[in-house]
């Protein structure tokens, strides 16, 4: 099955090169200019990874990211930006993107990137937990807590995987050690 993104993206060059480089690679591509109604195709239809850009009309890309990761919605998020500083790439993935790359960018890298992001989207579990300000991305083992990154230990890592995937509930010892400890 080809996998079927969504460009959100209000420049219309932009979306049109993403869009054709997109269908090259064997993506069904589909586009769509304003934030708004981004937010409203996404909680429609079964996207397997988003590009969304930050300045947009109606909702901007920032916003809309939030709004779909407060409904619980794990659609993976590339966010593409004019505005490459840190503080900007920082605020894209606090948002609750997955991944950010500064404009300009190169067809390859887009690419890359969303490969990536819907290979990781691909398996049944969720591969983004959240839990208060704690955030646990399972693929690439990144945990931060309010935007502030933690290092943890491997085993360290599976128990906390094993507590955020059953939050609010209680984890008996013995799910511990079968899910933790194996
Ligand atoms: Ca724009």
């Known amino acids: 099955m080809n996998k079927r993104i969504l460009i959100v993206e209000d420049e219309k060059k932009t979306a049109a090169l993403l869009s054709s480089a997109l269908q090259e690679s064997g993506y069904l591509a589909e586009s769509c200019g304003n934030g708004t109604v981004a937010l409203e195709l996404i909680m429609r239809n ?7 850009d930050v300045m947009l009309p109606g909702r901007d890309g920032l916003s809309v990211v939030r709004q779909l990761r407060e409904r619980n919605h794990s659609v993976p998020v590339l966010m593409l930006s004019a505005r490459g500083e840190m503080s900007e790439r920082i605020e894209g993935l606090e ?29 049944s579990k969720a591969m983004l937990l959240e839990v208060a300000d704690l955030r646990m991305e399972v ?44």
């Not at 079964?46 to 969304?52: R, S, T």
């Not at 890359?112 to 989207?121: F, N, S, V």
């Not at 083992?141 to 507590?163: K, N, T, Y």
């Open 46 to 52: 079964p996207y397997d990874a988003v590009i969304m």
């Open 95 to 123: 948002a609750g993107a997955d991944d950010y790359l500064p404009k300009p960018f190169g067809v390859a890298e887009v690419l890359a990137r969303l490969k990536a992001l819907t290979r990781r989207g691909g398996d």
């Open 139 to 182: 693929a690439s083992h990144l945990v931060s807590r309010g935007g502030q990154r933690i290092l943890l230990a491997p085993q360290e890592f599976r128990l906390l995987e094993c507590l955020m995937r059953h939050a609010p509930e209680v984890c008996p010892r013995s799910l511990l050690l079968s899910e933790a400890w194996g």
